[in-house]
């Protein structure tokens, strides 16, 4: 006989709940008349729990951190294979720099030094990202607001000291540069046929600013199916609530949002 409360459950009736067992027949399994049923013991799937919870646990002193920190599964997604990801450095230029505040691009470029320094030292594969206009802004469309503010101000013209890389930043001479008219990295580029070739399955993304290039990047990336790693201290915008929503909001749906120190350490 079968109680409610019973931890057991027939071989035959998996997926019937308690209450059906009490009160059903062996024909209620589909089993044949006659046959015997065998009992074993019904064993409960592991909790998984949130790296939020674990630390509410870790610090209230609870007896059940065992048993969190037990079931809490690994995150393999923050694991780097240095041969198949591609950093890109996005938008490093003098004419989008000089519009965040001296305190933050200062960190900005620091930060950004030691990631380049690290990916380069483990063999990574670097792609550099910039915007530039020729004279007289051919590649601007009158319908395009943003851009037509770019054109009035006269900035990001090909071959003038605006347009050009941060000294510390510079590209080395196989790195290779793509250069955009637009606001994503792979609108109208040769950026897709370069991860292509380079066998990416993984980009991370480091520039300015973090509601332009970096946001409309990911969203593609993320539509392309690569597994995406964002450095958020290698990420700049002028307006530090946005990136901070980003960051903690948005890119998180749909990739690795890291420090630059993080990603560095889980290189494999």
């Not at 198949?84 to 900005?108: A, G, Y």
């Not at 980003?246 to 120190?261: I, M, P, S, Y």
């Amino acid at each position: 006989a079968y109680s409610k409360r019973s931890r057991y459950k027939c071989d035959n009736c998996i997926g019937h709940s308690t209450k059906q067992l009490f009160k059903a027949s062996p024909l209620h399994c589909g089993s044949a008349p006659g046959t015997r049923h065998f009992r074993r013991p019904y064993t409960r799937r592991p909790r998984t729990v949130a790296p939020s919870t674990l630390q509410t646990a870790a610090s209230s002193g609870s007896n059940k951190d065992n048993v969190a920190t037990r079931y809490f599964p690994v995150d393999i997604g923050r694991m780097v294979e240095t041969g198949n990801t591609v950093l890109l450095m996005c938008d490093f230029q003098n004419d989008i720099l000089v519009s965040l505040p001296p305190p933050m691009r200062e960190e900005l470029v620091r930060n950004s030094c030691r990631l380049l320094e690290g990916a380069r030292q483990a063999g990574m594969k670097i792609v550099y990202v910039g915007v530039c206009f020729r004279e007289g802004y051919p590649e601007v469309s009158a319908s395009n607001k943003m851009y037509q503010g770019i054109r009035n101000a006269n900035v990001l013209l090909d071959g003038t000291i605006g347009a050009q890389f941060e000294d510390q930043l510079q590209p080395l001479p196989h790195e290779p540069v793509v250069v955009k008219k637009r606001v994503s990295a792979h609108f109208g580029t040769e950026l897709p046929l370069l991860l292509k070739a380079h066998n990416a399955s993984a980009v991370a993304l480091a520039g300015v600013s973090t509601s332009g290039v970096i946001l409309s990047t990911v969203r593609w990336l993320a539509d392309s199916d690569y597994h995406i790693f964002v450095i958020k201290d290698c990420c700049g915008d002028r307006d530090k609530e946005v990136h901070d929503v980003l960051c903690k909001k948005v890119f998180t749906r749909q990739g690795t949002v890291e420090t630059a120190d993080e990603f560095l350490r889980n290189l494999v």
